[in-house]
């Protein structure tokens, strides 16, 4: 079991960044995946970026390419969503979770993943 806390969260204006973390405890391996996804309120919650928990597999939603890195520091046992050029629409609670699928499409349903944490709020202000 893994349990999963994400930080990082806030008030920001368009165009500003933030850094949120996903710190991770419990048993962790290396085919396991950390994801990111947000729920506007009314919306779905949407898939916005993944990686492994070894080596340089990761993958984004269109929308974030490009604005978003994710990347993890397996010594602190923490993954990061950088968020730069942050626009309203951006605006969300952010979650991180697990999933062990493999393939590009399950990696990016919120149903393949479990762990959830309790997310973090994003507000950009326009």
């Known amino acids: 079991q893994v349990q999963l806390v994400e930080s990082g969260g806030g008030l920001v204006q368009t165009g500003g960044s933030l850094r949120l973390s996903c710190a991770a405890s419990?048993?962790?391996?290396?085919?396991?995946?950390i994801g990111w996804f947000r729920q506007a309120p009314g919306k779905e919650r949407e898939f916005v970026a993944a990686?492994?928990?070894?080596?340089?597999?990761?993958r984004y939603a269109d929308s974030v390419k490009g604005r978003f890195t994710i990347s993890r520091d397996n010594a602190k046992n923490t993954v990061y969503l950088q968020m730069n050029s942050l626009q309203p629409e951006d605006t969300a609670v952010y979650y991180c979770?697990?999933?062990?699928?493999?393939?590009?499409?399950?990696?990016?349903?919120?149903?393949?993943?479990?762990?959830w944490g309790q997310g973090t709020q994003v507000t950009v202000s326009s």
């Open positions: 419990g048993r962790t391996f290396s085919s396991l995946r």
């Open positions: 990686i492994r928990w070894s080596g340089d597999s990761s």
């Open positions: 979770a697990t999933t062990q699928a493999v393939y590009y499409w399950a990696t990016t349903q919120a149903d393949s993943y479990s762990n």
